[in-house]
């Protein structure tokens, strides 16, 4: 076994969780400690000098460098790049939106075209949509990124630099071919970008897929306890960390504070044991939903009816924790909602705890109504967080709800 702080190229996922990444300290101190300080003391000019040369690793600054910010990268690489023998290499961000943004203006510059499929996060909507069109960055939508349809966009777009993925899909859970898509994408000399937050490294592994660049709204199933607001950028090419995407983290100022690297490091070592529950709970759900009258459609990769849900099965170790449903209009969705007991109403997901959220007036309420429901997002539509709670108490609640229907 490798020394703590090992990658450990031969330890299984929860063992990488675990171990991956974590400091050697010289107090001997068993779990990491939190390097609360913004600037870093140099023992004479000499160290400046070698610190300067690249002869030294010296922390300076904790906007360009901190201990935890970077064990906490070391782990999530370790979990991105798991079974591939390359090195694969992250970088830390106070956001989701903090990579989100920097991944896409690492790649992309003014005069350049961004391919999307129809349906993404609400905030990478209007990024996209409303943003980087002022900075002469353009976007397109191609339905499902289809094969056809995309390449007959990236030909009509030959100054496409990167076409982004979102798998599954926020709000509605559809599931984009990444393999597929990528090698369209490359075939073009466009770069591809996957916002892996719903499925974990856990789950699915789109660099081993042949995606360039990998993001994580770390607040969401990597932390998992609600505690913190943060967001990961995960590549193979060093060059993009250290002078693209990654080296924006440091000239933006999106930078996480050490505590929230010491939290979210310290919720990812039980990221593969809360998945495992986390998936369970939303297949027993998702399967409770689907039988239920009075839900017009249930939306889970992994029921058999999910229209993607071969491309789900081929790319991903499960089907994760994310369902939405379709009440059939506003007025049910809400009551619905209201009739909950136990599970909370709130923005945001993968906490232990079930979380719904109805994202036509929360998440995607900047979009217009007639550009929501061309991508899917009906006003009955509620998006569900599974929690890690028992199964029977989850679905006795949405029982109870709906039946006050």
């Not at 063992?15 to 390097?35: F, N, R």
């Not at 390359?86 to 350049?112: H, K, Q, Y």
């Amino acid at each position: 076994m490798g020394k703590r702080g090992d990658n450990g190229d031969d330890w299984d996922m929860p063992t990488k969780s675990v171990h991956a990444g974590e400091m050697h300290d010289a107090s001997g101190s068993h779990i990491d400690p939190v390097h609360m300080t913004s600037t870093y003391v140099f023992e004479d000019s000499e160290a400046i000098r070698d610190w300067a040369s690249g002869e030294s690793g010296a922390h300076v600054y904790s906007r360009v460098g901190n201990p935890n910010r970077e064990a906490l990268a070391r782990k999530l690489s370790a979990l991105e790049g798991f079974g591939m023998e390359e090195p694969v290499f992250a970088e830390i961000f106070s956001s989701g939106m903090g990579a989100v943004s920097s991944a896409l203006l690492g790649l992309t510059g003014s005069g350049d075209h961004i391919i999307a499929q129809s349906v993404l996060y609400g905030t990478t909507n209007h990024l996209v949509n409303e943003v980087l069109p002022k900075y002469g960055i353009t976007n397109s939508r191609v339905p499902l990124l289809q094969g056809d349809l995309l390449e007959q966009e990236l030909a009509s777009n030959p100054n496409t630099k990167v076409v982004y993925i979102e798998t599954p899909a926020n709000p509605t859970m559809s599931v984009i071919d990444i393999a597929s898509t990528t090698e369209i994408a490359h075939a073009h000399g466009a770069r591809v970008v996957v916002d892996n937050t719903f499925a974990t490294p856990v789950l699915q592994r789109p660099l081993a897929l042949g995606a360039d660049v990998v993001i994580h709204s770390t607040t969401k199933f990597i932390n998992g306890h609600g505690t913190v607001i943060g967001g990961a950028l995960v590549c193979r090419d060093p060059d993009f960390m250290e002078n693209g995407g990654g080296a924006l983290v440091r000239y933006i100022g999106a930078v996480p504070s050490a505590m929230d690297c010491w939290l979210t490091s310290i919720g990812l070592k039980t990221l593969p044991l809360r998945m495992r529950e986390h998936c369970a709970n939303a297949r027993a759900l998702a399967e409770f939903l689907d039988s239920n009258d009075r839900v017009a459609r249930t939306h889970w990769p992994g029921l058999e009816s999910h229209p993607q849900h071969e491309i789900a099965a081929r790319q991903m170790d499960d089907f994760g924790a994310m369902i939405s449903i379709d009440m059939g209009d506003f007025d049910s969705a809400t009551r619905l909602m209201d009739g909950l007991t136990m599970c909370s109403l709130a923005v945001s997901l993968g906490n232990v705890d079930t979380l719904v959220q109805h994202p036509a007036s929360m998440t995607h309420r900047l979009m217009s109504e007639e550009d929501r429901l061309s991508v899917g997002i009906t006003n009955g539509m509620i998006r569900i967080s599974a929690g890690i709670e028992s199964a029977k108490d989850i679905i006795a609640d949405f029982d109870r709800a709906i039946s006050g229907l």
